[in-house]
């Protein structure tokens, strides 16, 4: 091949040579693309913080209500809603004055200063005298008891809570005479009277 021929086609190789060289430099030197980034979301404090309040908010609300009704469900109850009414059996309205003159005396030998007895003959039911026995002659934290000769019982009275407790015993004979045997017979009747005067009937 001739000279003339031969470096024009020396050229052309070379020129094409350094182009493909250039462009494989281009695509080295090339910077990198970085993969984008997953954005945080951003938190907004105050949100934050009157999401907390609301959800606090409701729960003082809800908290707030259970208490209300307690105190609600505590103001209405009655000494009805107490009652056991098929045990109720009578009423405690009589005046013990007008059917008794005896009058409460101290116990022989009561260390705690605080019974007292009422010696009856009268033939009477107590327990519908009991509650105006009470009012009349009864003090706080004392301990009645009522002998009735006639009835050979002796009853026990106590109040307590609002109620008056009364328990109607065998009468033991000369037990009134000492603290350490008054009420010491076998219980017959026990019951539970109520202010409005309802009396109800306790198993023995």
């Given at each position: 091949?001739s000279?003339?021929?031969?470096?024009?086609?020396i050229?052309?190789?070379?020129?094409?040579?350094l182009?493909?060289?250039?462009?494989?430099?281009?695509?080295i030197?090339?910077p990198?693309?970085a993969a984008?980034k997953?954005?945080t979301?951003e938190?907004?404090?105050?949100e934050?913080y009157?999401?907390?309040?609301?959800?606090?908010?409701?729960e003082?609300?809800?908290?707030?209500?259970v208490?209300?009704?307690?105190?609600?469900t505590?103001?209405d109850?009655?000494?009805d809603?107490?009652?056991e009414?098929?045990?109720i059996?009578?009423?405690?309205?009589?005046?013990?004055?007008?059917?008794?003159?005896?009058?409460?005396?101290k116990?022989?030998n009561d260390q705690?200063?605080?019974?007292?007895k009422?010696?009856?003959?009268?033939?009477?039911?107590i327990?519908?005298?009991?509650l105006?026995?009470?009012?009349?002659?009864?003090?706080?934290?004392?301990?009645?008891?009522?002998?009735?000769?006639?009835?050979?019982t002796?009853?026990?009275l106590n109040?307590?809570g609002g109620?008056?407790a009364?328990?109607i015993r065998e009468?033991?004979?000369?037990e009134?005479?000492?603290a350490?045997t008054?009420?010491?017979?076998?219980v017959?009747?026990?019951?539970i009277?109520?202010p409005?005067?309802?009396?109800q009937?306790?198993?023995?």
């Open positions: 091949m000279k003339k021929v031969l470096i024009p086609l050229i052309l190789f070379t020129v094409i040579f182009g493909v060289v250039g462009a494989i430099v281009n695509v030197n090339e990198k693309t984008p997953e954005k979301p938190v907004n404090a105050e934050v009157n999401s907390t309040n609301d959800e606090s908010a409701v003082g609300k809800n908290q707030a209500r208490e209300t009704d307690e105190t609600k505590e103001a109850t009655t000494w809603d107490l009652k009414k098929d045990k059996i009578g009423k405690s309205d009589k005046d013990f004055k007008a059917a008794v003159k005896d009058k409460p005396t116990v022989r705690t200063g605080k019974w007292r009422t010696s009856i003959a009268e033939s009477i039911d327990e519908e005298y009991a105006s026995y009470q009012k009349e002659y009864m003090k706080d934290d004392e301990v009645h008891f009522i002998v009735n000769f006639t009835r050979n002796t009853t026990w109040a307590t109620l008056l009364v328990e009468h033991v004979r000369g009134e005479h000492d350490k008054l009420g010491s017979g076998m017959l009747k026990s019951y009277i109520y409005d005067g309802d009396i009937e306790l198993d023995v």
